[in-house]
Each structure stands twice: as structure tokens, then as C-alpha cells.
T-cell receptor, first 113, second 114 residues
Framework: NAGVTQTPKFQVLKTGQSMTLQCAQD?????MSWYRQDPGMGLRLIHY???????DQGEVPNGYNVSRSTTEDFPLRLLSAAPSQTSVYFC????????????FGQGTRLTVV | GENVEQHPSTLSVQEGDSAVIKCTYS??????FPWYKQELGKRPQLIID?????GEKKDQRIAVTLNKTAKHFSLHITETQPEDSAVYFC?????????????FGQGTILTVHP
């Protein structure tokens, strides 16, 4: 199993550009989430999904869209990139149920100039 | 919503010493408290977790304690080694409604000097 795979690993965008961060998992996990990691702020939840066709907002959703058409994939879209979105983005997945481990992708380092 | 505070933000110890990282949480209904280790440039990985019906859990050199009354939990690493150097994150969730979501602390950069 590859686990959780994110692409790309690095990306530089100009202000106003749009892009999609890809996330795929091969563990048949129902739950998937996107976090952003900024220095001194830990990981903050952007959006999450409890299954195909169901998504909801997390703590910092502004400027981001998500969709979940399949169990495996959970892409994160930046509609119009801003310098404040410079961050490291992590996708995570976990099994349905209580007390289940969250597995993280390797991260995408995004710089918006 | 849940709020998790983590201290200290940086911790420097000599090899062989113990290290303690503390977290407090605000939601008294939170019942799951995992700890993640993130090595430089890598993904966070679960190292230990504790449920609210347990006061302490150990796994070799690491242990976690939970005080539900005070709403705080701590990570203890004994006999530290240079490979323990990493960023450590605590997290909390109310599993009945979290749907896999976690609220993380701000992180602690642990440096173990040989």
C-alpha cells in the first residue's frame, strides 16, 4: 500500500493563480482531511470529508474548495492564490469509527509570490 | 470548538535526559488524545495515543498521562536519543462528532544533543 499520496511536493504560484493539490489514499478510508501547517501554529483544519459526496468546512476554509467524487481522492483547490496561503499542506485519512489513527501524506510546500 | 495549547514551544535536552511536553484542552467532551512526531521535512506520524478512560499509557521509552479533571495531558520521553529530535504535536478530538478531525497544539521542537 502506498498510503496517502500528495502531489505536487513543491509549488510556486503567482498571486491570483489557481491550482489543485492532489490527494489520494489506497486504504479505503472513509474520512479525509486537509490541514495547513504554519510555523508556531500547528496544523489547522481546512476542509474535511466523511465519505464520497460529503464535505464540510474546518477552521480555516476561506480561499479553498474541495470535492470528493470517489473514496480514494480528495483534491484541494485554491481559487485565487494569495501570499497568506503560503504554507505546507497535509492531507490525512482515517478509518470510520472512534479512536482511529490519522495517516498523513508527505505534504505539499506551496509558495505564493 | 476545541482549543489545544502546547508548551514549551522549544525544548533542548542532553542525550539520556528525560523530556516532557504538556498540553491543555478546552472541550471537556474530548476523549481521544494522540501525539504525532514530525521529523524535518517529513509527514507527521502517530507515536502514541490515549483515550479518556485511561490515565496513563506507556510504549517503551515514551508515555502519555491524562488528567481529565484538569484537562491536560503530557508526553514523557525517557533516555532521550538524538533520533528523538523532531517536532512533536499533541491533538485532541471528540470522537463521537469529530469524523476523523483533530485539533492540534502548536508543536514543540525537541532537540537532543549528543
Amino acid at each position: 500500500n502506498a498510503g496517502v499520496t500528495q502531489t505536487p511536493k513543491f509549488q510556486v504560484l503567482k498571486t491570483g493563480q489557481s491550482m489543485t493539490l492532489q490527494c489520494a489514499q489506497d486504504m479505503n478510508h472513509e474520512y479525509m482531511s486537509w490541514y495547513r501547517q504554519d510555523p508556531g501554529m500547528g496544523l489547522r483544519l481546512i476542509h474535511y470529508s466523511v465519505g464520497a459526496g460529503i464535505t464540510d468546512q474546518g477552521e480555516v476554509p476561506n480561499g479553498y474548495n474541495v470535492s470528493r467524487s470517489t473514496t480514494e481522492d480528495f483534491p484541494l483547490r485554491l481559487l485565487s492564490a494569495a501570499p497568506s496561503q503560503t504554507s505546507v499542506y497535509f492531507c490525512a485519512s482515517s478509518r470510520q469509527g472512534s479512536f482511529t489513527e490519522a495517516f498523513f501524506g508527505q505534504g505539499t510546500r506551496l509558495t505564493v509570490v | 470548538g476545541e482549543n489545544v495549547e502546547q508548551h514549551p514551544s522549544t525544548l533542548s535536552v542532553q542525550e539520556g535526559d528525560s523530556a516532557v511536553i504538556k498540553c491543555t484542552y478546552s472541550d471537556s467532551a474530548s476523549n481521544y488524545f494522540p501525539w504525532y512526531k514530525q521529523e524535518l521535512g517529513k509527514r507527521p506520524q502517530l507515536i502514541i495515543d490515549i483515550r479518556s478512560n485511561v490515565g496513563e499509557k506507556k510504549d517503551q521509552r515514551i508515555a502519555v498521562t491524562l488528567n481529565k479533571t484538569a484537562k491536560h495531558f503530557s508526553l514523557h520521553i525517557t533516555e532521550t536519543q538524538p533520533e528523538d529530535s523532531a517536532v512533536y504535536f499533541c491533538a485532541a478530538s471528540r470522537t463521537s462528532t469529530s469524523y476523523g478531525k483533530l485539533t492540534f497544539g502548536q508543536g514543540t521542537i525537541l532537540t537532543v544533543h549528543p
